[in-house]
């Protein structure tokens, strides 16, 4: 079949890791597949041979069907689904969209951009290594970092709450507007819809 594209959503499977920063990107493909279950056509698929939770979905918003997974290998070995999956359907790196949380940005805020580096995040770090390349788009939501310096892993693996979390939620739903921009119009409206969006989340400074 002739994809659009591919999203991919990064998280930790097992329901420990539900509802944490971490998981950012899961939450965001949870809010396609089930869009797409209400709106458009949506269907589970086999995604055992290249673990991750897989669906073909069927979107006007995202112009076409789409793949959409949530790799089953944790967040540090992203790469073992992704790079098999591209493989098998001849979707090229260029064609994905891989969503995630970001420590640099504040929760609430969301950024769109295409290659770059991987400032520290295991999963781009796997997904980048097993591809042989930087060269895919980012969807980045905020989580923004802790207050107290060194304690990264427990932040990230933390749930949101107060301000943080009604801001880091709204986000979420706001990476289906930049995700609807990105298939219609490409790059540069995607990065002015996330601005936008961001700029009506966080308060002035």
Not at 182 to 202: D, N, P, Q, W, Y
């Amino acid at each position: 079949m002739d994809y659009k594209g591919v999203l991919v959503g990064l998280g930790n499977p097992g329901d420990k890791y539900d509802g944490t920063r971490h998981n950012t990107g899961f939450l965001v493909a949870d809010r396609v597949i089930e869009l797409a279950g209400r709106e458009g056509q949506c269907q589970a698929q086999n995604g055992r041979h290249f673990s991750c939770e897989l669906w073909r979905v069927k979107l006007d918003m995202l112009g076409g069907t789409w793949l959409v997974a949530k790799p089953t290998t944790y967040m540090n070995l992203s790469g073992q689904c992704v790079q098999p999956l591209l493989a098998w359907h001849r979707i090229k790196p260029d064609a994905m969209v891989v969503v995630h949380d970001e420590l640099d940005i504040p929760p609430g805020a969301l950024r769109f951009k295409f290659g770059g580096g991987n400032a520290g995040h295991n999963g781009l770090k796997s997904i980048t290594e097993q591809m042989g390349t930087p060269n895919f788009y980012r969807l980045r939501i905020g989580i923004g970092r802790p207050p107290q310096r060194g304690d990264v892993t427990n932040w990230v693996l933390g749930r949101p709450f107060g301000e943080d979390r009604e801001r880091w939620e709204q986000a979420l739903d706001a990476g289906l507007a930049v995700l609807e921009a990105f298939a219609a119009r490409g790059l540069e409206h995607a990065v002015r819809t996330a601005g936008e969006a961001t700029k009506r989340i966080l308060p002035p400074a």
